[in-house]
């Protein structure tokens, strides 16, 4: 079992930045790629970012046009997602997400952070 927490969220203005944090624990961090999803009210998660297990590698949706960035630190066990140049439509609970080493699909959740960018 994979329990994350993820910290960082709030309220920003448009043009700013947020950096989101996840803390991991229990099993190894190093057995799972780790993504962030976002929902927003009315609509379906949508993936945001995604890490290799080995942190070789990053992925994002064409739609976020470079704005954000994920990370990790093996060594604190936890997953970043820096976010600039926000956007209102950028509002959302932001997910953190243990996946898949085969796949990227998701396999643990957090509880999930708001963020709320004003216009």
């Known amino acids: 079992q994979v329990q994350l927490v993820e910290s960082g969220g709030g309220l920003v203005q448009a043009g700013g930045s947020l950096r989101l944090s996840c803390v991991v624990s229990g099993r190894t961090f190093s057995n799972y790629n780790w993504g962030w999803f976002r929902q927003a009210p009315g609509k379906e998660r949508e993936y945001v970012a995604a890490i290799s297990w080995s942190g070789d590698s990053t992925f994002y949706p064409d739609s976020l046009e470079g704005r954000f960035a994920i990370s990790r630190d093996s060594a604190k066990n936890t997953v970043y997602l820096q976010m600039n140049s926000l956007k209102p439509e950028d509002s959302a609970v932001y997910y953190c997400?243990?996946?898949?080493?085969?796949?990227?699909?998701?396999?643990?959740w957090g509880q999930g952070t708001q963020v709320t960018v004003s216009s």
């Open positions: 997400a243990a996946l898949r080493r085969e796949g990227y699909s998701p396999l643990y």
